[in-house]
């Protein structure tokens, strides 16, 4: 909280004091490890311009997606002519539907047919070929809940629903077999291919409070749902996962070092990679959620409330790397502070050098598809490193020998 008010001096001296008494906790250890890691992250390159989307209204506005036939799905409490939930008094939420067109206006939005119920209602994912829906409602549709007599009230759960489209209308929706009264599914997002289906979840045998799972989809039968583990996951909530064509996941965290709040992280699947933030303008000190993006298209979305109320807009990608370059002694694995490290191109002409800082980090603005070198001096030490660099944050480990 203190971060999202923008008090991060404060909020670094309440860490200290967090990690003297749990020592051992994933949060803990990243912050002793990089104290200064806000620093870092505003030295990042932006991967994203960003620009606040035609389709958002004045009440909260969330969890976009842009489909393959230039649909954007998302969700909105903007009905007015809805009931008002006992959370935040605003009406309760409806999938609704708007047209992308190539020029980067969007039609009006619509409510999506019949998907939509008298509870709350989405977000949704749909299918490459835009004939599969899974989007999210309650169980009170199923008419199962929990009663808490003390408070003569029923509590419900958030399910998982599937739906098929059939001469261009959603029908045939029915809930998917692991949803349980005991726990929420939430926030889906579904493989390329159709047989992967990424979720958040506060089920028994995760690792934080809301933690992203996966489930293996044949037809109509699905296999035990698999935590994505530590890669991922932390010891607070994850959640809002999307992931991509290349297999990129990106998903929402509160307890990785951050701006504040909620912010956006991405990791490659197809490596054995450590997750990143994506940095500003996408993170702020408030809730930034929701990532996602069509690679095809190379168009995204997220949702933030950093104008008051969740909001929609759209990121286009920037044709750029950051070079996160660590320096580390081979044998005692410690940093190393002041090591001169300089980016050479093909013909090994220096372009850009600079020092490495207290946690051994130093990081270079690189252009995409472009062969280069990295060279790193200590004293009378020396190490080449080359790499093709792609359109992706690069993590660069130089060990000085």
């Known amino acids: 909280m203190l971060k999202a008010e923008g008090n991060y001096e404060e909020a670094n001296h309440q860490m200290k ?23 870092n992250l505003k030295a990042q390159r932006p991967l994203f311009e960003i620009k606040s989307s035609d389709i958002s209204s004045a009440n909260s506005d969330f969890g976009s997606i842009l489909t393959n036939d230039n649909i954007i799905y998302f969700t909105s409490a903007r009905n007015q002519a809805r009931k008002t939930n006992g959370w935040n008094e605003e009406p309760y939420l409806d999938l609704y539907q708007a ?53 003569k009230s029923k509590f419900g759960r958030m399910y998982i629903y599937k739906a098929t ?42 690792i934080g409070g809301e933690d992203i799972w996966k489930v293996s989809i044949n037809g109509d ?14 010891e607070g909530n994850e959640s809002f996962p999307y992931i991509t064509s290349e297999n990129i996941l990106y998903f929402t965290s509160d307890s990785r070092q951050g701006f504040g709040g909620f912010d956006v992280f991405e990791i490659d699947l197809n490596k054995n990679s450590e997750a990143i933030n994506v940095g500003e303008p ?9 990532f996602s993006y069509n690679v095809s298209k190379k168009v995204a979305m997220f949702s933030s409330n950093r104008e008051g109320v969740d909001n929609l807009y759209l990121a286009s990608p920037l044709c750029g790397v950051n070079g996160i370059v660590i320096v580390k002694n081979k044998t ?31 990081n270079f603005d690189l252009d995409c598809e472009k062969n280069i070198h990295l060279m790193c001096l200590k004293k009378v030490l020396k190490m080449v490193f080359s790499l093709w660099i792609h359109q992706a944050m690069v993590l660069v480990l130089l060990k000085l020998i």
């Open 99 to 151: 047209t992308y067109n190539e020029n980067g206006t969007v039609s009006e939005a619509t409510l999506v047919e019949g998907i939509n119920t008298k509870w709350h209602d989405g977000p949704a994912t749909v299918t490459a070929d835009g004939n599969t829906m899974y989007y999210v409602s309650e169980s009170f549709n199923e008419k199962e809940f929990e009663k808490d007599k003390s408070k």
């Open 282 to 290: 996408v993170n702020t000190e408030k809730d930034d959620f929701a």
């Open 17 to 39: 004091k967090f990690a003297a008494k749990a020592p051992s906790d994933k949060r803990a250890l990243a912050f002793q490890n990089n104290p200064n890691y806000l620093s």
């Open 165 to 206: 489209r059939e001469e261009g209308k959603w029908k045939n929706s029915k809930p998917i077999p692991i949803n349980n009264i005991n726990y929420s599914l939430r926030n889906p997002s579904i493989s390329e291919d159709g047989k992967t289906l990424y979720f958040s979840s506060d089920m028994p045998g995760g």
């Open 332 to 362: 005692t694995r410690k940093v190393i502070e002041g090591a001169v490290i300089s980016v050479l191109d093909e013909v090994n002409t220096v372009v850009e050098s600079g020092v490495s800082n207290d946690t051994g980090q130093k």
């Open 221 to 234: 039968e699905y296999e035990a749902p698999e935590n994505l583990g530590a890669k991922v996951n932390t």
